[in-house]
């Protein structure tokens, strides 16, 4: 999406991270954006019993009800486990607190699976520590530097959403104890996934989600197992703790903000509803750089990252899946050079192929 809604899309992206170091060819990256910039999976429902019908469900738009999970980030406070699990057994956990004071949001996410791990986050500047390694680094907006930086999404992109999904709202749950509506957002095509919500009654903040296939399987799942609303959040810690870096180490930020068209690529035509996002050049010690170029139809993301074919790094080409997230590794020839190419995202490896097959290098 444009811009996080929520800290849930950090929480869903750190859980991911052993899977995405473990599988060769990938360069870990902050690369896959949540669903609705919050979360693209959920655990499994409690009592084995999904939803219950509603009598009379609100019907809503795709737009309206994508801007009322958007503006559940004003929440006042809350403190959950947020749990993510995926269709092959995997599961990993953090916990997170959120509190909003006037114009100023902060949130810390703490991993309780993998590696130690802590996010904090103050409206759109983002600090992660590492304790093992004693590092911390630094994300804030307009810190990238680069010619020719692609702007993000406006809120057309609402508008866009509803041209490729439909909504429906089947029934309502209680979730971590507390009431919610349960929407359905369906796709219009074969490009991308389906989306069940459960979004809380008085605020719409999402509190679970499942991801699904387009025979409505369930890949993966992302749920608050426990979250206390209006929970007694002090901004002022958050605040303290996120700047308490003594006894860390600065990491430089490995990216610079630049363009598709400044790195020399476009694609040759676009893929229906995938609206370009940023585009950035990776600083890697194994190619020396590396273009991710991020695109989003509204609700799932797309990164293509391109990096010089080495051949001794790059042996296999093929697709991995981890529950929704799909990797695709293809080589490609530009000219008399040849890339390495990684297209990873919440779509179907036929997506992910389709961006490959039109992506090419500028004259």
């Known amino acids: 999406m444009a811009r996080f809604a929520s800290m849930l899309a950090v929480a869903v992206r750190a859980l991911r991270r052993r899977w995405l170091r473990s599988w060769p060819g990938v360069v870990l990256l902050s690369c896959v954006g ?26 809503r738009s795709v737009s309206e009800w994508l801007l009322r999970i958007r503006q559940a980030s004003r929440v006042p406070s809350y403190v959950g486990t947020f749990v993510v699990s995926s269709d092959n057994g995997a599961m990993s956990s953090a916990r997170i607190w959120h509190v909003r004071q006037g114009d100023v949001e902060l949130e810390r996410v ?36 680069g010619k020719g930086a692609s702007k993000p999404l406006d809120a057309d992109i609402f508008g866009l959403t509803a041209d490729f999904y439909t909504a429906r709202q089947i029934g309502q749950d209680r979730v971590a104890g507390v009431a919610t509506d349960i929407v359905q957002l369906s796709p219009r095509d074969s490009l991308r996934f389906g989306y069940r919500i459960w979004s ?22 992302a749920a608050f197992s426990e979250l206390r609303l209006d929970a007694p959040v002090k901004a002022s810690t ?51 750089q590396m273009v991710q170029w991020i695109f989003s139809d509204g609700l799932a993301a797309v990164s293509v990252f391109v990096e010089p074919f080495q051949p001794e790094r790059h042996v296999r080409e093929g697709v991995a899946v981890m529950g929704a997230t799909h990797a695709l590794t293809r080589r490609l020839t530009a000219g008399e050079a040849q890339w390495w190419v990684t297209v990873m995202g919440e779509a179907p490896a036929s997506t992910l192929g389709a961006f490959v097959d039109n992506l090419e290098r500028r004259p």
């Open 200 to 221: 809380e009654k008085r605020t719409g903040l999402a509190i679970k989600t499942e991801t699904l296939d387009r025979s409505g399987r369930v890949l993966e799942q």
């Open 110 to 145: 703490e991993a309780l699976t993998g590696s130690p791990r802590a996010v904090f986050r103050r409206n759109d500047v983002v600090v992660t520590f590492l304790p093992q390694s004693h590092t911390f680094k630094t994300e804030r907006p307009n810190m990238d530097t």
């Open 34 to 59: 949540g669903t609705f910039g919050l979360a693209n999976a959920q655990a499994a429902p409690s009592g084995g019993k999904a939803w219950e019908p509603s009598v009379e469900p609100r019907e």
């Open 238 to 288: 958050l605040q303290r703790m996120m700047g308490d870096t003594g006894g860390y180490k600065a990491e430089a930020s490995p990216r610079v903000l630049s363009s598709a068209e400044a790195e020399g690529w476009r694609m040759k035509s676009e893929i229906p509803g995938f609206k370009p996002q940023n585009c950035y050049r990776h600083a890697t010690v194994m190619t020396g």
